[in-house]
């Protein structure tokens, strides 16, 4: 089991930056791609970005390129999300999410190939 823990939303406004981070219990850390989702009242789960086992490669929505960057510190079993340039329509609950080495080759933007959930944390931008 992976327990992962969001932290870092809140109440910004628009043109504001935040930093989301998400610490990992339970397994290797550096066994597991993560990624951050998204969710907003009455829509469906949206893939943020995405970083591989060892970094190398990361991936994002194209809502959030040039805003959004996503990183890891194995050491710290932590992943982050720098989101710059916030809009009112980044507004949503984000989810941390992680996947084992069975999922490799896998798209990462897919809900379903992640194994592990955060329970989220709220990310809010005022116009």
């Known amino acids: 089991q992976v327990q992962l823990v969001e932290s870092g939303g809140g109440l910004v406004q628009a043109g504001g930056s935040l930093r989301l981070s998400c610490a990992a219990s339970?397994?290797?850390?550096?066994?597991?791609?993560m990624a951050w989702f998204r969710q907003a009242p009455g829509k469906e789960r949206q893939f943020v970005a995405g970083?591989?086992?060892?970094?190398?490669?990361?991936f994002y929505a194209d809502s959030v390129k040039g805003r959004f960057t996503i990183s890891r510190d194995n050491a710290k079993n932590t992943v982050y999300l720098q989101m710059n340039n916030l809009k009112p329509e980044d507004t949503a609950v984000y989810v941390c999410a992680a996947r084992s080495l069975r999922q490799a080759g896998k798209d990462p933007s897919i809900p379903m190939n992640y194994e592990y959930w955060g329970q989220g944390t709220q990310v809010t931008v005022s116009s």
């Open positions: 970083i591989s086992w060892t970094a190398d490669k990361t």
């Open positions: 339970g397994r290797t850390f550096s066994n597991y791609a």
